[in-house]
């Protein structure tokens, strides 16, 4: 394209003003907008809409479930319908994720390699077990049971539906019967934990405490004390699974649950990326197996079921130059004799090995659950009662071996015979607790923009954001 000026020149030779027309290239044309990237902000921009509708009616609909005298079909009915939202506001949340790796030139193939998705595949996995027990649930309450059975059964059911649902996106509260986490109680768990597991150094002066998982000391305010099962389940829900020893103690606040370990190592361990096993051998004998169960000081090792996430590749430190993979096979460095039970470490690795198999189901060429339970941990129980242990075969399906897990069974009960979906529950409502909500990042930039102009104005006398 060109465009033709004039332009003036002076020449001595020539009148004082010479006129020229010149031609000059004009300005490079202005590529076309395709279609097919207006098509795909247009697509988002629906998903966000959808989105934000569908977050309004389980907000609207949740608070419409109340209990009138007693827990009734209707009233589980209406639960049912809130978690038939909240997975449709995950799948939601998952196209919206999709499309905006792909409107950044992303494949397919990649997006589902990202740790986003991953996540995305668990919870998706847990709302979809959600639904099923519920539903399940709605239809057995039709045959008669008894006044004990269906007591048991509310209260599954309300540890399940416990979880409220905050603005913007799928929160993660308390459970049915535990309220707020008590300040002073876990202030007390805390001072406890440090006396058994002797984690703080023997300089006071210098504030450090011992991280058994990543062998090293750190600052006091970087050691977390954390719970194995979780606090948020209940004292209640801790003695279905498990049972109570002769001494008949409560152990949600004990030592026996708990472990002083660094907050980022907490995290990776609540992830399920990686967990604590029993320091034997792959190819233990029978003796080898027996003794670990009988001695008193259980030791452990780490072991890492998510190499390919991109937090186990992180360092653990700015100086050692270690990242987290590196910690796969290590043995915990406990300063004392003080270990937690054996039983809550057997929890978590369960539920660890749900949420492998759940992410695992598109890789056909990894390894199921199953046989990660048999290498890493492969040492019988007691630890879980037998029917909670059975609900993880029955719910996930005995094709992938589930059933290998019920050696770990404590010994059966008169009613341990029929699967009961508690432990799942727990594990449901953990999963979702530890997943950071994609969803919550997934607003519109002008709304971004409206808000941060926001911050920088007030408001005048009539309502209005003035400068």
Same mark, same amino acid.
């Given at each position: 394209?060109?465009?033709?000026?004039?332009?003036?020149?002076?020449?001595?030779?020539?009148?004082?003003?010479?006129?020229?027309?010149?031609?000059?290239?004009g300005p490079?044309?202005?590529?076309?907008?395709t279609?097919?990237?207006?098509?795909? #902000?247009?697509?988002i921009?629906?998903?966000?809409g959808q989105?934000?509708?569908?977050e309004?009616?389980?907000?609207?609909?949740?608070?419409r479930?109340?209990?009138?005298? !007693?827990?009734?079909?209707?009233?589980?009915?209406?639960?049912?319908e809130?978690?038939?939202?909240?997975?449709?506001?995950?799948?939601?949340?998952r196209?919206?994720?999709?499309?905006?790796?792909l409107g950044?030139?992303?494949?397919?193939?990649?997006? !589902?390699?990202?740790?986003?998705?991953?996540?995305?595949?668990?919870?998706?996995? +847990?709302?979809?077990?959600?639904?099923?027990?519920? =539903?399940?649930h709605?239809?057995?309450?039709? %045959?008669?049971?008894?006044d004990?059975?269906r007591?048991?059964?509310?209260?599954?059911?309300?540890?399940?539906?416990a979880?409220?649902?905050?603005?913007?996106?799928?929160?993660a509260?308390?459970?049915?019967?535990?309220?707020?986490?008590?300040?002073?109680a876990?202030?007390?768990?805390?001072?406890?934990?440090?006396? +058994?597991?002797?984690?703080k150094?023997?300089?006071?002066?210098?504030?450090?405490?011992?991280?058994?998982?990543?062998? !090293?000391?750190v600052?006091g305010s970087a050691?977390?004390? +954390?719970?194995?099962f979780?606090?948020?389940?209940?004292?209640?829900?801790?003695?279905?699974? %498990?049972?109570?020893?002769?001494?008949?103690?409560?152990?949600? %606040?004990?030592?026996?649950?708990g472990?002083?370990?660094?907050?980022?190592?907490?995290?990776?361990?609540?992830?399920?990326?990686?967990?604590?096993?029993? #320091?034997?051998?792959?190819?233990?004998?029978? =003796?080898?197996?027996?003794?670990? !169960?009988?001695?008193?000081?259980?030791?452990y090792?780490?072991?890492?079921?998510?190499p390919?996430?991109?937090?186990?590749?992180?360092?653990?430190?700015?100086i050692?130059?270690?990242?987290?993979? #590196?910690?796969?096979?290590?043995?915990?460095?406990?300063?004392?004799?003080?270990?937690?039970?054996a039983?809550?470490?057997?929890?978590? %690795?369960?539920?660890?090995?749900?949420?492998?198999?759940w992410?695992?189901?598109?890789?056909p060429?990894?390894?199921?659950? =199953?046989?990660?339970?048999?290498?890493?941990?492969?040492i019988?129980?007691p630890w879980?009662?037998?029917?909670?242990?059975?609900?993880f =075969?029955?719910?996930?399906?005995?094709?992938?071996?589930w059933?290998?897990?019920?050696?770990?069974? +404590?010994?059966?009960?008169? #009613?341990d015979?029929?699967?009961?979906?508690?432990?799942?529950?727990?594990?449901?409502?953990?999963?979702?607790?530890?997943?950071?909500?994609?969803?919550q990042?997934l607003?519109? @930039?002008?709304?971004?923009?409206?808000r @941060?102009r926001?911050r920088?104005?007030?408001?005048?006398?009539d309502?209005?954001?003035?400068?």
């Amino acid at each position: 394209m060109t465009v033709t000026i004039t332009h003036f020149r002076y020449h001595p030779s020539l009148t004082p003003l010479h006129f020229e027309h010149v031609s000059l290239p004009g300005p490079p044309a202005i590529p076309v907008r395709t279609s097919s990237k207006r098509v795909l #902000d247009r697509d988002i921009e629906d998903d966000l809409g959808q989105k934000r509708s569908v977050e309004r009616d389980i907000e609207a609909r949740r608070k419409r479930i109340k209990a009138k005298g !007693s827990f009734d079909a209707t009233y589980w009915a209406g639960h049912k319908e809130v978690a038939a939202l909240e997975l449709k506001r995950h799948q939601l949340v998952r196209k919206i994720s999709m499309k905006q790796f792909l409107g950044q030139g992303g494949e397919d193939e990649a997006w !589902s390699e990202q740790d986003t998705a991953g996540t995305l595949r668990e919870e998706g996995k +847990a709302l979809e077990m959600k639904n099923r027990i519920l =539903a399940e649930h709605i239809e057995r309450m039709t %045959f008669p049971r008894t006044d004990e059975a269906r007591q048991h059964r509310t209260w599954v059911m309300e540890l399940l539906t416990a979880t409220p649902v905050y603005k913007g996106g799928i929160g993660a509260g308390g459970c049915a019967g535990q309220g707020p986490r008590d300040s002073s109680a876990q202030s007390n768990f805390r001072k406890k934990l440090e006396n +058994a597991c002797n984690s703080k150094h023997p300089d006071a002066s210098c504030n450090l405490q011992w991280c058994p998982i990543t062998s !090293s000391w750190v600052l006091g305010s970087a050691i977390r004390a +954390a719970h194995i099962f979780p606090y948020s389940a209940g004292q209640r829900t801790m003695d279905q699974l %498990f049972g109570r020893d002769d001494n008949d103690r409560e152990e949600l %606040f004990e030592p026996e649950n708990g472990l002083m370990m660094l907050a980022d190592a907490e995290k990776r361990i609540e992830n399920g990326w990686m967990v604590l096993v029993p #320091d034997v051998p792959i190819d233990a004998t029978t =003796a080898q197996l027996d003794t670990w !169960s009988k001695v008193k000081v259980k030791e452990y090792k780490q072991r890492v079921l998510c190499p390919e996430n991109a937090n186990m590749k992180q360092y653990i430190d700015q100086i050692g130059g270690r990242v987290w993979n #590196d910690l796969d096979g290590q043995r915990v460095q406990f300063k004392s004799d003080h270990r937690p039970r054996a039983r809550y470490l057997y929890w978590k %690795f369960a539920v660890a090995l749900l949420r492998k198999a759940w992410q695992s189901a598109h890789r056909p060429n990894n390894l199921v659950a =199953a046989e990660l339970g048999e290498e890493y941990w492969g040492i019988g129980g007691p630890w879980i009662r037998r029917k909670y242990l059975l609900a993880f =075969a029955e719910y996930l399906g005995h094709a992938v071996g589930w059933e290998n897990l019920l050696e770990a069974a +404590a010994e059966p009960e008169d #009613d341990d015979n029929e699967p009961d979906p508690g432990g799942l529950v727990v594990a449901v409502e953990q999963i979702r607790k530890n997943h950071t909500q994609v969803g919550q990042g997934l607003v519109r @930039r002008g709304r971004r923009r409206r808000r @941060r102009r926001r911050r920088r104005l007030a408001r005048g006398p009539d309502g209005r954001w003035i400068a």
